[in-house]
């Protein structure tokens, strides 16, 4: 088995998030419940979830501060970004336009991320 060329971290918090909107993705799409399971099991295949109790309650508190006008329920992820010292990936112009503003720059688009896999090829 070859090597990913991107690395996907998640917490657990995603799973959770997953499970309550799962009936709104089964509006959406149309699929089965059996179908929605199958698609969110591909989709976390290739994550690998990190237990957000084990952070630092520092890095919690950071992103608090960040997100506090923002939006408070994206910190497990912010959190465990800082910890890693990686790029966040979000869909989320809101949250995306909010760090940038205040001059965080470790996130990435999902068209950004594109770009940036391609170069890898």
């Known amino acids: 088995m070859g090597h990913r ?3 996907f971290f998640s917490c657990e918090f995603l799973r959770f998030e ?3 909107h799962r009936a709104r993705i089964q509006s959406y799409t149309g699929l089965t419940e059996a179908e929605v399971e199958e698609l969110q099991y591909r989709v976390t295949g290739g994550i690998d979830f990190i237990d957000e109790a084990l952070l630092p ?3 919690i508190s950071d992103a ?3 997100l506090k006008d923002i939006d408070l329920n994206d910190t497990p ?7 890693l010292n990686a790029l966040l990936w979000t869909g989320d112009k809101r949250l995306a336009n909010g760090l940038r503003s205040k001059g965080y720059d470790r996130l990435v688009t999902t068209a ?3 770009t940036l896999t391609n170069e890898l090829d």
């Open 5 to 7: 060329k991107v690395e």
């Open 18 to 20: 997953m499970q309550k």
């Open 57 to 59: 309650d520092k890095e």
């Open 64 to 66: 608090e501060e960040l």
């Open 77 to 83: 992820f912010l959190a465990l970004n800082n910890r």
């Open 112 to 114: 950004e991320l594109v």
